[in-house]
Structures are given as structure tokens and as C-alpha cells.
């Protein structure tokens, strides 16, 4: 499958109500999703998980919240923004979307 045609994965920010840790984290992940977009990369809308909710979750992150998971790539205490923001080009690619390849192609040529 090409990088172009690729399906994006969700964006999961694993947290808990009242932690500011986890809407400091939030807010550098909408902000760097909105920008992917503008710049017409893949930018999946992103997911928050309560672990409160979920047994499971609060015993496997309770200590790491806030926690972004992108597919398989996992990164716990996400609380610097250019980590932040490494981990999501590296977890979703840097290739553009194929409807800004599109959108950039002169008029007249062949679109994908």
C-alpha cells in the first residue's frame, strides 16, 4: 500500500478528568493536527480515553498519564510538545495526503 493511499490511525490521548497534564498535552496535539492539515499531511481527529473508565487502562497508565497512542507506537508521559509533535510525524508520516498532491498539481496534468 503507498504512503499516499495509506487509511491514517486514530490519535488516542489516554488521561483523566482534572489532570492538567493531560489538557496541556491535548492542546498540543489539536494544535499540531490542525497544522498537518494546513500543511496536507494526515491529521486523524484525535480521541480522548478516560482510563477512570476502564480498569485495564487505570492500572496500565495511571503513573504515565497523559499517554498518546498512535496504532502500535505508544508514548507515555507526553508532556513536551516537541516530543509531542516528533512522535506524531513519526507515528503518522510526513508524506501528504493525496488530495493536497492533488490540490498542488499544476492545472491540466494528471491528478493521481
Same mark, same amino acid.
Given at each position: 500500500m503507498?504512503e %499516499?493511499s495509506?487509511?491514517?490511525?486514530?490519535? &488516542? %490521548?489516554?488521561?483523566?478528568?482534572?489532570?492538567h497534564l493531560?489538557?496541556?498535552?491535548s492542546? &498540543? &496535539?489539536?494544535?499540531? %493536527?490542525?497544522?498537518?492539515?494546513?500543511?496536507?499531511?494526515e491529521?486523524?481527529?484525535l480521541?480522548?480515553?478516560d482510563?477512570h #473508565?476502564?480498569? @485495564? *487502562?487505570?492500572?496500565a497508565?495511571?503513573?504515565?498519564?497523559? &499517554?498518546?497512542?498512535?496504532?502500535d507506537?505508544? *508514548?507515555?508521559?507526553?508532556?513536551?510538545?516537541?516530543g509531542?509533535?516528533?512522535?506524531?510525524?513519526?507515528? %503518522?508520516?510526513?508524506q501528504?495526503?493525496?488530495?493536497?498532491v492533488?490540490?498542488?498539481s499544476p492545472? #491540466?496534468?494528471? @491528478?493521481?
Open positions: 503507498s %499516499l495509506r487509511t491514517p490511525f486514530a490519535v &488516542v %490521548l489516554y488521561g483523566a478528568p482534572g489532570c493531560c489538557q496541556a498535552a492542546e &498540543v &496535539v489539536v494544535a499540531h %493536527l490542525a497544522a498537518r492539515r494546513s500543511d496536507g499531511l491529521a486523524p481527529p480521541t480522548h480515553r482510563i #473508565g476502564d480498569g @485495564r *487502562l487505570l492500572r497508565y495511571m503513573e504515565s498519564i497523559p &499517554v498518546l497512542e498512535v496504532g507506537a505508544r *508514548l507515555e508521559l507526553a508532556t513536551s510538545p516537541a509531542i509533535r516528533a512522535f506524531l510525524d513519526g507515528a %503518522l508520516g510526513t501528504r495526503t493525496a488530495d493536497a492533488a490540490a498542488a492545472p #491540466g496534468s494528471p @491528478r493521481g
